[in-house]
C-alpha cells in the first residue's frame, strides 16, 4: 500500500529522477535516509520499473513516428502470445497496447526514415501470418509525448 509520501514521491522522480534525495526529502518534509528507504522499497515492488533517459528522436534522427492499428486473423491466445512476443522483442516498437474495440494492437513505432519502417511493417505484418491487416498513420508533430502519469 503507497502512502502520502509515498505518493508524493513518485510525484517527484516521474518528472526528474535525478534530483538529489535530500531535495525530495525536504520538498516531502521526510529525511533523506526515509527516502532512500522508499525509493528502494518502491523499486523492489515493482511500483517504479525503469530509470532511464528519454531521448529527444529527432536528435538521434529518428524522424517517422507511426500509430499502428494492427488486426489479428484471430484473437484465440497462442495468437495474441505470439503477436505480443514478436512486438515487444522489437526495438523500434516504443509502445505496445493489447487493445478492444476491433483493433487488436496499437503500436508506436520510431524509425529514421520511411525505408526503414517498411522493412519494419512487412516483417511484422504483411509477412506474419498471425496479422490480417494493419493500418498506419504517421505523425506529423508530436504534439505532447510524456512519460508522467497523473498520480491522485
Known amino acids: 500500500m503507497l502512502d502520502a509520501f509515498d505518493l508524493a514521491i513518485l510525484r517527484i522522480v516521474q518528472r526528474d529522477n535525478k534530483l538529489p534525495q535530500r531535495t525530495i526529502a525536504e520538498a516531502v518534509n521526510l529525511s533523506t535516509a526515509a527516502v532512500q528507504r522508499r525509493i528502494a522499497a518502491m523499486e523492489a515492488a515493482g511500483v517504479i520499473t525503469r530509470n532511464v533517459a528519454i531521448v529527444d528522436p529527432d536528435a538521434v534522427r529518428l524522424a517517422i513516428t507511426a500509430i499502428v492499428e494492427v488486426h489479428l486473423r484471430d484473437e484465440r491466445a497462442a495468437t495474441v502470445d505470439e503477436a505480443k512476443a514478436l512486438f515487444r522483442a522489437e526495438p523500434e516498437v516504443q509502445q505496445c497496447y493489447y ?3 476491433g483493433t487488436s494492437f496499437v503500436l508506436i513505432i520510431v524509425t529514421p526514415d520511411m525505408r526503414a519502417y517498411d522493412a519494419l511493417t512487412r516483417r511484422l505484418f504483411s509477412e506474419n501470418d498471425c496479422v490480417e491487416r494493419f493500418r498506419t498513420l504517421v505523425a506529423l508533430d508530436r504534439v505532447k509525448a ?7
Do not use: F, H, L
Open 99 to 101: 487493445t478492444t474495440g
Open 146 to 152: 510524456d512519460t508522467a502519469i497523473v498520480i491522485p
